[in-house]
């Protein structure tokens, strides 16, 4: 939050704002070539060296060196998931969406979230605009994602830690969370601990690849107390429209993985 200058009032503070996270990057997108830069910030392409203004707005056009014309645009969600630096399998968009759809997550919520991996969940819940805590057990991954959160613009609203989260349980004896992601082979483990860490009313979404992992999450849910216990498979059919008529693709089903989610109720 930061205030008004003519009134002193508080006013919120837009994801766009340099206050909201840092210097939020744009993008730069000419034809099929995009880049993702921040203001003041500088980026070679094989058409010349581009100079980002520190004042640079979406809707402006910036040329390289070379006098070759770059579209700017303001950075959109799903632009995280095509420019973040990948360690750990990023979740795909529409995933994320079943995610914050599924449990509501908003402005001024706590979410602890484990594993962070390449972080592009992470920081779609921080542009949703919740605070988060993120934990990822291999150090280069948890370096990688906090230089992701920068380049997001998130990095005020995403806490990296470096750790594993089964091991760090009582450090967060004292804290608790609106929402509980879990993107990793060992969920069950930490669901196990779901109504210590989460508010009344809480939820947690698990995202499985394999059923394997589904079915022991779902016992454990149900074991530790957690309501309204259910799994949906997350599957999509990309349809194709051409001369001959229109169909789903004939390509392999759009299957990512299974979402668990569940209530402390
Ligand atoms: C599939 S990736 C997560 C991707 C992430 N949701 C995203 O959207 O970018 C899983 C990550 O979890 C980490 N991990 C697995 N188990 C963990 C644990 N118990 N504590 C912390 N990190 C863990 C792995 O190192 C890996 O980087």
């Known amino acids: 939050m930061s205030s008004d200058p003519d009134t002193d009032e508080a006013v919120e503070a837009d994801p766009a704002d340099e206050d909201a996270g840092g210097r939020v ?3 730069l997108v000419r034809g099929d ?11 070679g392409t094989d058409l010349g060296v581009l100079e980002v203004p520190e004042d640079v707005q979406p809707g402006e056009t910036i040329e390289t060196h070379l006098g070759d014309a770059f579209q700017v645009r303001r950075l959109r969600g799903p632009d995280l998931f095509h420019h973040f630096e990948r360690t750990g399998a990023p979740m ?10 599924e449990t509501g997550i908003s402005r001024g919520d706590r979410v602890l979230d484990t594993g962070t991996g390449t972080g592009v969940l992470s920081a779609s819940m921080a542009r949703a605009g919740a605070s988060v805590v993120t934990y990822e057990r291999n150090p280069e991954f948890a370096e990688v994602a906090r230089e992701n959160m920068e380049l997001g613009g998130v990095a005020d609203a995403v806490d990296v830690r470096t750790g594993d989260l089964t091991e760090e349980l009582e450090e967060l004896e004292d804290e608790s969370f609106d929402v509980l992601t879990l993107d990793t082979g060992d969920a069950a483990s930490i669901v196990a601990h779901a109504p210590e860490l989460l508010v009344e009313g ?3 979404a698990i995202y499985s690849p394999f059923i394997e992992s589904t079915r022991e999450v779902v016992e454990t849910a149900r074991e530790a107390g957690l309501s309204n216990v259910r799994t949906r498979e997350t599957i999509q059919r990309e349809m194709q429209f051409d001369d001959r008529g229109s169909r789903p693709s004939t390509a392999p089903v759009g299957h990512t993985g299974y979402l668990t989610i569940a209530r402390n109720v």
């Open 92 to 101: 795909v968009p529409r995933d994320i969406g079943l995610v914050i759809g």
């Open 33 to 43: 070539r995009e880049y993702l830069v921040a203001p003041g910030g500088e980026q």
């Open 202 to 204: 809480g939820f947690v």
């Open 25 to 27: 990057p744009v993008l």
